[in-house]
């Protein structure tokens, strides 16, 4: 098991910048590959990002430029900076934790519990 706890979810202004935090238990956070998705009211979890192991990153077209996932290996710990919100990016966000590189919820292992990040217009 990794627990996850993702904190930084505020009510922000649009054109805003955030950074989510997630913090995992256990001595093996840098083995697995880290990453983000979101879920707005009545639509699916989408995916946002992964860093793997090696700290190489990837991100769909969608937010490329305005997300950033980053991790600190000596904390435990994995971001997500998010720049120039949007009304649209309004979400629950989550963290999650996998064995293998993933670019979708099936190759996740863990989540997170999420947390809300609400964007006002």
């Known amino acids: 098991q990794v627990p996850l706890v993702e904190s930084g979810g505020r009510l922000v202004q649009a054109g805003d910048s955030l950074r989510l935090s997630c913090a995992a238990s256990?001595?093996?956070?840098?083995?697995?590959?880290m990453g983000w998705f979101r879920q707005a009211p009545g639509k699916e979890r989408t995916f946002l990002g992964c860093i793997s192991r090696s700290a190489i990153t990837y991100y769909p077209d969608s937010v490329k430029g305005r997300f950033t996932i980053s991790r600190d290996n000596a904390k435990n710990t994995v971001y997500l900076q998010m720049n120039s919100l949007k009304p649209e990016d309004t979400a629950v966000y989550y963290c999650a934790a996998g064995l293998r590189n993933f670019g979708s919820a099936e190759g996740v292992d863990y989540w997170g519990q999420g947390t809300q990040v609400t964007v006002s217009s």
């Open positions: 256990g001595r093996s956070f840098s083995s697995y590959t």
